[in-house]
Structures are given as C-alpha cells and as structure tokens.
C-alpha cells in the first residue's frame, strides 16, 4: 500500500498564488491606463480610417480623457455649486444598484435552482420546461423592462404595492437565472449509475438522494454558473434602470453623465468605473462563496 | 437458515421488443448463512444482474428470492446487505468517516453513535488514522478498503461485492483478498462476490458458481475444498490449484459453446 498521503491542510486565505492573482490584476489594470494614454500620443485626434473602415477612435481629449482627469473629476462636485463630491454620488449609486443586483442575484439563482431540480426530478418537465428557457432568453431586455414595470405597478397585496426599483432586481433575476438552472441541471444528473444505484441499496428516499448526492455533485457545476449569474444580474440592474428610467442607481448615471460629455468628457468615466467595479464587487462575493464551497474538493476539480 | 434462497428466477430486459434480451434463466442457487460464494463467467453470463436481482436493484421476470427469510425488497428496506462495487463509489466531498457514516445517516442514527461506528469500521480495514482525510487523498486500494468499511457500517449480514478489486494491481489485490477473508472471518457475514479472476474466486470461496451466457444460466457449482484458514500459503497449496483447475474446466465448458471473453486465466 505505498501512496503518497497528503494531510488534509485548511488552506490559508491568502496563498502566495493568490496574492500573485491580485498583484496581475493591479497590474493588468495599470497596462490598460498605459495603453490608453499611449493611443492617445500617437493617435489621430478626429478618429481614423483602416482600408476604408472607420475603425480608429478619436484620440481628442474630448473623446477620451486622460486618466488622471477621469481620477481628478472624483473629487470635484457633481455639478457646479453643489457640495457633494462626484465620488459620493457615484459610490451611492453603485451601492444602489449592488442591492438591487444582488436581490436579483439571489431572486434568481433560487429559481434556477428549483427549475433545475424540478427538471431532475421529472423528465417530463424537462422536456416541457427547458425549450422556453432557452426561448426566454432570446427576449430582448429593453422589450421586457417596461412590460415588468407596468405590470409591477398595476400588482398590490394589501398595504403593499410593488416599488419602483423590484422591477430591475427582477430583471436582473430574469437574467441571473438561466446558468443557474442550465449548470445545476447538469449538475444534479452528473453522478454515476454506481453512485445512485448505492443510494437506492440504502433504501434512501430521492429526497435524501437529492440532499446526499446530486446536489453536492452538482457544487462543481453550480459555482461557476452562479459566477455567470452574478454578472448576469448587474447587466440585468443596470440596462432596466436605464430603459425604465428607475433613479437612483450607476445606470441613471451613466446616461445623465453622458449627455455632459461634451462640456465635462471626465464625468461619464467616472460613472463608468462606477458600474466596473459593482461588477467586480458581484463577482468578488461569489468568489468568497466559491472558495468556501469547493474548499475540500479535490484540485483538479476546481476551475 | 440460509442467507438467500435462489429459486427458478429468470430476468429478460426489454421483453417484447426488437432488441430483448434473456439475461439469465432458470437460476437456481441456495447460499448458507456465512458462506462465501463467487460468481464467475464470461462477460454478458449475466453475473452482475443476478447480483442485482439479490440486492433488489432489478426486479426479475420470473421466480422467486427469499434474503434472510424475506423478500429481496423488505431485505433492501431493512439494510440487510451492505454492496461494493469495482468503483469505489467514495463521494469526494466526504471524509473518509463520512463516507462511512452515509448509510447510517439514511438510518436516522444520531451523530456521536455514527462516529463510533465508523471508528470501529476504520480500525476492521485499519485505516484509523485516515478518517479525517478526504477519499482523493487515498490510494486505490484504500479507497476500496473505505467503501468495504462502508458496506459493512450497518453490521450486514450479507455482502454483496461487484469485482470490487478489478481496479487494482495484482500484489494490491491480493493483500485485499487475503483481508477480505479476516474481515468475514470476524464479522460472520455471507458473502456473494462477482469477478472475472479464477485465482480470486477460489482463493476466497467456499464454492464457485460458473456461468455461461446467452442465455445466462449456471453450468457448474465448484466446491472449494481447503483445509483450514486461509492465509498466503493457501495460493502454494494442492487443494488451492485442484479447484483453479476444477473452475478452469468448468469455464471450458463454457469455451466450447461459445467465445470466452474476459476471464483472466493465470
């Protein structure tokens, strides 16, 4: 019996290849700002032709500002003669619209979660339910979003009434739930015959087979549709509040900054960086989730 | 009592349609309570149904099975047999205790009275010292020691074993075997073990039941007939190479009528 045996070590949070990944990422973002202010020495300041093909875009510090602008613009006001620094406001709306994603985000992976386990469960609703999810998806959200609010606003259950901004989270759960439903149904039907077949030597019930095999089987599946999924959300956030005019969030922003870009070219970065880092802040939550959840699963499962 | 009463069975998959398919007839086999009893033939004799019938995982088309005085699926329901198969069948996110704890667990057992067994299992396959590790960490041949620990959690009377070492290598094989055996001889439980190996289906039988396929049925009943423990001066012994040669002959038999495939002859 001669193996090589590893004890199970808990890893520590920050292994040196993971403070490597942080150290690219900083760094990655450092050669973009690089290459921004680069284009801008030796591109064309009205934009030019490649073959014939308007493909160069205007270097003109109005088309793109330089950086350290888009960095100074945080800490003026919003607008002349307010107090409220820009980065204030920009914080605020990204956090506005974080929990409206993240209401979507959890909306929807619950949804897709039970979709999936229905789908398991019985193949019938496989076969009737699965087509239309992929259909829904081919729905365009801006078609969708005033449908929702409408909707939305006609729907009261006693001395509640829909709120305005339900209707983005729910369609950032509209888009949030469709990996999740897709990978966890893999998922949940990816254990071997043997596997079941030892369950059901035990006499366990399909419920117990649920919560004993296939949805731990299924974590490898779900951890990265539930990355689609949170990314999905802030998409989702973020188109319904700018095609539903919803107030308030990095969506509204990004549309009421833009109409500046002419006078103030600075200000719609800002918002722009705003919407970046929510989906960074989306994606860094689910990763904290995914490193607890594939914690003790063997390396080579873990992408 | 005997441990499982095998009468007139018969199992045809897909019957009535184009492609049906006569798995095994007229099966009929007695098993003692402690006895060891292997299942050996080409592949396609029907050996891992008729193991399947037993553990009530299939339902055969005709006949009857009594498993520890009653019905195969009152015997599944009361956790009667514990099963093994050629994949261990560890789950990954378990440690190797929990894995052993799992059919407990379907058994509604509390948390300190399940740890205990799995101890006590852990010591039988003398893996104590790895409970806390995860299946993935452990060799081949441990991992098949784990999930025999695991069939024997709920102290079964019966095993029910699918060539659980058909994965291994041939010096790891035999070390198991040889365990297998001192397990059995401390837990008394009766043991059905499907394989392809001659060696392995004498060295731990008390009798060898030869199967021939299409249609899948018993040619033979082989008693092994060696005196004493067994041990690894049993695989330089007459009786041990007599019953190779008895088997052999048997699947012979076999080899006349039809294409042998599968079996390992050394």
């Known amino acids: 019996m001669s193996a090589t045996i590893t004890r199970p070590t808990r890893a520590s949070f920050l292994t040196p290849r993971r403070l490597r990944r942080v150290a690219l990422f900083f760094a990655s973002l450092l050669l973009v700002a690089v290459a921004w202010e680069l284009y801008k020495v030796v591109g064309p300041e009205a934009g030019g032709k490649i073959f014939g093909w308007k493909l160069l875009p205007r270097a003109n510090d109005n088309a793109m500002p330089h950086i350290w602008e888009m960095l100074e613009r945080y800490g003026r006001p919003e607008v002349r003669g307010s107090d409220r620094k820009i980065w204030s406001v920009v914080l605020a709306g990204a956090w506005f619209s974080f929990r409206l994603a993240l209401v979507g985000f959890f909306v ?12 398991a469960r019985f193949k019938v609703a496989e076969r ?21 609010v409408s909707w939305g606003g006609k729907l009261s259950i006693g001395d509640w009434t829909w709120p305005r901004w339900l209707s983005a989270s729910v369609l950032g759960a509209f888009l949030a739930f469709f990996p999740v439903a897709v990978g966890a149904l893999k998922g949940l039907t990816s254990p071997p015959s043997a596997s079941i077949e030892l369950m059901d030597s035990y006499a366990a019930s399909w419920w117990q087979t649920l919560r004993k095999l296939r949805f731990p089987a299924a974590v490898p599946f779900i951890v990265p549709a539930l990355k689609l999924a949170a990314s999905a959300s802030v998409i989702g956030v973020v188109v319904a509040e700018i095609s539903t005019g919803l107030k308030g969030g990095i969506g509204r922003l990004i549309i009421e900054y833009a109409r500046e870009a002419t006078s103030d070219p600075a200000k719609v970065f800002t918002a722009v960086f705003g919407a970046a880092a929510l989906g960074l802040a989306m994606s860094g939550f689910v990763t904290l989730a995914d490193l607890y959840m594939m914690r003790n699963r063997p390396k080579e499962a873990t992408a | 009592m005997s441990a499982i ?3 007139n069975i018969s199992k045809i998959f897909n019957a009535g349609s184009g492609n049906q398919v006569v798995a095994l007839t007229d099966i009929d086999l007695s098993i003692a309570s402690g006895e060891f009893v292997s299942l050996i033939g080409p592949s396609g004799c029907g050996k891992s149904t008729l193991l399947r019938l037993i553990a009530n995982l299939l339902e055969p088309t005709d006949g009857n099975i009594v498993v520890n005085g009653k019905s195969p699926k009152q015997a599944r329901l009361d956790q009667d047999y514990g099963m093994a198969f050629q994949q261990s069948g560890l789950f990954e996110w378990r440690t ?9 667990e379907l058994k509604g057992w509390d948390k300190a009275k399940r740890h205990e067994r799995a101890m006590e299992m852990l010591e039988l396959v003398k893996l104590a010292d790895f409970a806390g590790h995860y299946p993935w960490q452990l060799s081949g041949g441990m991992q098949q020691r784990v999930a025999i620990a695991r069939a024997l959690a709920v102290h079964p009377s019966l095993l029910l074993m699918d060539e659980p070492f058909g994965a291994l290598d041939e010096m790891t094989r035999e070390h198991m075997q040889s365990e297998l055996l001192s397990i059995c001889r401390r837990t008394g439980s009766s043991v059905v073990f499907v394989t392809h190996s001659i060696p392995e289906a004498v060295y731990l039988s008390n ?18 007939s060696i005196e004493g ?3 690894d001066a049993t695989r330089d ?8 040669t008895a088997v052999r002959e048997a699947l012979r038999g076999v080899e006349m009528s039809d294409h042998v495939r599968g079996i390992e002859d050394r």
């Open chain 1, 128 to 148: 009737g339910i699965l087509p239309y999810l992929v259909l829904s998806q081919t729905v365009p959200l801006i078609a969708l979003a005033p449908l929702v």
């Open chain 2, 207 to 224: 009798r060898v039941v030869v199967m021939s396929p299409r249609p899948g049925r018993i040619t033979k009943i082989v008693n092994v």
């Open chain 2, 237 to 244: 012994n007459d009786a041990f190479f007599r019953g190779i």
């Open chain 2, 96 to 104: 190797v205790a929990k894995n052993i704890e799992l059919p407990l």
């Open chain 1, 108 to 119: 929807g992976a619950a949804l897709g979660l039970g979709l999936s386990i229905l789908m």
């Open chain 2, 5 to 7: 009463e095998i009468d």
């Open chain 2, 229 to 231: 423990e067994r041990s």
